[in-house]
């Protein structure tokens, strides 16, 4: 069994920073791809950065420049740094990664979600 689990939201003034993680624990042997979606109240769900099998890593418009996601494959954890956030930026943030497991069969996970608010 896999389990995709978050951490690392809370609340931050605007300007602020955050670090979000994603660790797949259980049956693991490697994260092949992964993403970080957000999703406000209201709104649709948002890709936000994306990192491919072969580690390129691509942005939503919105957060080029401020974001930057990695993946530690020794640890099995990708993680999100959040620079100079935006109260627009406050949401549910998920992780979701296709994860090898270790018979070698690859599946979808997603995480539970962490909340992420900016606001004086």
């Known amino acids: 069994q896999v389990r995709l689990v978050e951490s690392g939201g809370g609340l931050v003034q605007p300007g602020g920073s955050l670090s979000l993680s994603c660790v797949a624990s259980?049956?693991?042997?490697?994260?092949?791809?992964a993403d970080w979606y957000r999703q406000a109240p209201g709104k649709e769900r948002e890709l936000v950065a994306s990192?491919?099998?072969?580690?390129?890593?691509t942005y939503g418009e919105s957060v080029k420049g401020r974001f930057t996601m990695s993946r530690d494959s020794n640890t099995n954890t990708v993680s999100l740094q959040m620079n100079s956030l935006k109260p627009e930026d406050t949401a549910v943030y998920l992780c979701?990664?296709?994860?090898?497991?270790?018979?070698?069969?690859?599946?979808?996970?997603w995480g539970q979600g962490t909340q992420v608010t900016v606001s004086s």
């Open positions: 979701h990664a296709q994860i090898v497991s270790t018979q070698f069969d690859t599946s979808d996970y």
């Open positions: 259980g049956n693991v042997f490697a994260i092949k791809t």
């Open positions: 990192i491919s099998v072969r580690s390129e890593l």
